[in-house]
């Protein structure tokens, strides 16, 4: 009987609390009181659930135990990155290098978002890559990007079936489209792409070696154009020349004999020189050459000198206003057939024979970072 009326009063007390008129403090704390002596007696998880549904259909309780619980975990969790101003989260990320920038990437959604972005990648591509990345080696990269984006609408599978005939209305009823979701974008094109292309080693592109086959005897003070490659592991480069030459690779290359190539012009064709008129003794310059007409040119180190016909001093030296200009490749002995040679300044076109090879092109060097560079690469002994 006593059964009867505890659970008579409950389900009173528990009707009530599922109307939309807020309970008394003392019918709420009557009705846990019903609840807990209905458990007592029969430890029964519906005399439980009871329990906690009484004791969650009052809002004040409610509302205070999420305040405190958010305050908590205000207390535990502290100031995130994502808290700081924009301004001051790029001035942190900015200072990351680009493994820890791949990192970061991988913590959420936005800063994944964040990190792939171009303002930080470009950064890294001028630091690293920079003096590398000319002309040709950007037309490259868009090629390469090009021939992936060919190549995946070649082996993407073509729908089959009787709906796939269909367009227009119906491929828009067939097709729901997908929410919109910056997180999902990839784009191929990107400065991350094209930085990591460049790390792990699959993008080849175009570029320059100095003193070509590790210094070969036959290539010292030269620059000759190959396609390279970098290994991140020995933080080397190898380089595939053109066909007509002694060795089609060459490996372990330092980055000190590297450059992007000064001209934009494909590697077998005659540079067009301007500088010809303003050429003095004592100017540095580079010259096209070629052993023969199958090979394709390479660039060589020389020093504007005097002619025969003037005594090498400043005030009788007419150098300047002859039509001929000689080149002198001081690396290589004074007999040498190789140490000098004339060009003319006012028609000059390829110059040579197969047996001394063939001149082509000149530039005149006015940085001295390049000729420092140069000299930098001078042999140890004279050349033969």
């Known amino acids: 009987m006593f059964y009867l009326l505890i659970s008579f009063l409950s389900f009173i007390l528990l009707s009530k609390s599922f109307s939309y008129k807020r309970l008394l403090p003392w019918e709420a704390k009557m009705s846990f009181l019903t609840a807990l002596l209905v458990s007592r007696f029969h430890k029964s998880k519906l005399a439980l659930s009871f329990f906690l549904v009484l004791k969650v259909s009052d809002p004040s309780l409610k509302s205070n135990r999420c305040s405190a619980k958010q305050g908590n975990l205000e207390e535990e969790r502290g100031t995130s990155l994502l808290d700081l101003p924009e301004l001051a989260l790029e001035s942190v990320l900015g200072r990351l290098s680009p493994s820890e920038l791949c990192r970061m990437a991988n913590v959420c959604t936005y800063l994944r978002d964040v990190c792939e972005d ?62 919109e979701s910056r997180g999902n974008i990839r784009s191929p ?119 025969e016909a003037c005594d090498g001093s400043a005030n009788n030296c007419h150098c300047c206003c002859n039509d001929m200009v ?6 290589y002995g004074v007999g040498s057939r190789w140490r000098k040679t004339v060009i003319n300044r006012k028609s000059h076109k390829e110059v040579g024979n197969e047996a001394d090879g063939y001149y082509g092109g000149l530039r005149k060097l006015y940085k001295e970072e390049e000729i420092t560079r140069w000299k930098c690469l001078w042999p140890n002994r004279v050349l033969e």
């Open 326 to 331: 000689l080149l002198e490749f001081s690396q």
């Open 118 to 179: 171009d303002y930080f990648w470009e950064k890294h591509m001028k630091q690293k890559w920079g003096k590398l990345m000319g002309n040709s080696a950007c037309k490259e990269w868009h090629l390469h990007i090009a021939r992936q984006r060919r190549s995946k609408l070649t082996n993407s599978p073509q729908k089959k079936g009787f709906f796939s005939s269909y367009s227009g209305s119906w491929s828009f009823l067939l097709t729901r489209p997908k929410p």
């Open 189 to 307: 094109d990107s400065m991350k792409a094209w930085y990591q292309s460049l790390e792990n080693g699959k993008l080849w592109f175009p570029a320059q070696v100095y003193n070509r086959e590790s210094g070969h005897a036959g290539f010292m003070l030269s620059c000759y154009d190959a396609q390279i490659s970098y290994d991140s592991q020995t933080d080397m480069f190898k380089a595939r020349y053109p066909p007509h030459g002694r060795r089609a690779i060459e490996e372990n290359i330092f980055w000190n004999r590297l450059r992007a190539p000064p001209v934009d012009i494909p590697p077998h064709l005659l540079h067009a020189s301007e500088c010809l008129a303003d050429l003095k003794p004592g100017d540095h310059v580079e010259i096209q050459w070629r052993k023969s007409k199958e090979f394709s040119y390479g660039w060589w180190y020389g020093v504007v000198g005097h002619l």
